[in-house]
C-alpha cells in the first residue's frame, strides 16, 4: 500500500484541500490519503472550533469519497502534536507500507524548523503542493536533512495542481461578514458551518 497523510487544522477543510489530496492521490498512485487534524499545535495557534467540530466537518466532506479517510491519532493523544510522533505511529500501524507525507510549499519550506525533520524524511517520502500566493518549494533549504539522491525523488514529487486561491482563513472571514462561501468548500461543510453557527463574529 501506498499510503498519503495529510496534516493541518481544517478549519474548515475547503476545496483547496481536497484538490490537492485529489491531485497526490492521482499523480503518486497512491491507495489512500488520510487527513490528520492536528491536536494541540506545536506553536500555540489559535483554533477557531474544537476538534470534534473540525472532525464533523472533515466527515461530511470526505464522505462521498472512500478513498479518503481520517485519522484521530494527533487529536486523541495527550499534548502538542509532532508530526514525526504521528509518523511513527503510522509506522507502527503500516510496517510494511509506503508512507508519503503531503505537505504544501509554504510548509515544506519550514520544515528545517520542526521537531526532528531528518526523521520525518526517513520515515516518509515528501510530497510537495505549490500554493498560491506563496514561494516555491525551497529543496535546497533541505540537502543538510536527507541525501541527494532522496531529494531528488522528492523535487519529483512536486505536484501539478491548479493554483486555486482559497483558505481557511477566507472562509472564516466570510462567514462572519455574511458572505456567501459556497463553491469554496463542500455544500455539506457550508450547511453544518450555517446550522452550527460557526465562525460568526
Known amino acids: 500500500m501506498r499510503i498519503g497523510v495529510y496534516g493541518g487544522s481544517f478549519d474548515p477543510i475547503h476545496f483547496g484541500h481536497l484538490l490537492l489530496a485529489e491531485t497526490a492521490r492521482n499523480e503518486r498512485k497512491l491507495d489512500r490519503v488520510e487527513f490528520v487534524p ?46 514525526v510522533d504521528t509518523l511513527r505511529h503510522y509506522r507502527e500501524l503500516y510496517p510494511k507500507d509506503e508512507l508519503f507525507l503531503i505537505l504544501s510549499s509554504e510548509t515544506f519550506n519550514d520544515l528545517p524548523n520542526w521537531r526532528e525533520p531528518d526523521v520525518i524524511c526517513e520515515l516518509a517520502s515528501i510530497i510537495v503542493a505549490r500554493r498560491a500566493g506563496y514561494p516555491e518549494p525551497d529543496f535546497d533549504a533541505a540537502r543538510s536533512l536527507v541525501s541527494e539522491k532522496r531529494l531528488a525523488t522528492f523535487r519529483k514529487q512536486t505536484l501539478s495542481m491548479p493554483l486555486i486561491e482559497v483558505s481557511s482563513s477566507t472562509i472564516r472571514a466570510r462567514v462572519a461578514s455574511k458572505q456567501s462561501v459556497r463553491f469554496l468548500t463542500a455544500d455539506a461543510v457550508v450547511d453544518f458551518i450555517a446550522s452550527n453557527k460557526l465562525y460568526q463574529q
Open 38 to 83: 492536528i491536536g494541540v499545535p506545536p506553536h500555540l495557534k489559535n483554533l477557531r472550533t474544537g476538534a470534534e467540530t473540525r472532525l464533523a466537518m472533515l466527515s461530511v466532506a470526505l464522505a462521498p469519497y472512500p478513498e479518503f479517510g481520517i485519522n484521530r491519532y494527533e487529536i486523541d493523544s495527550c499534548g502538542v502534536s509532532y508530526t
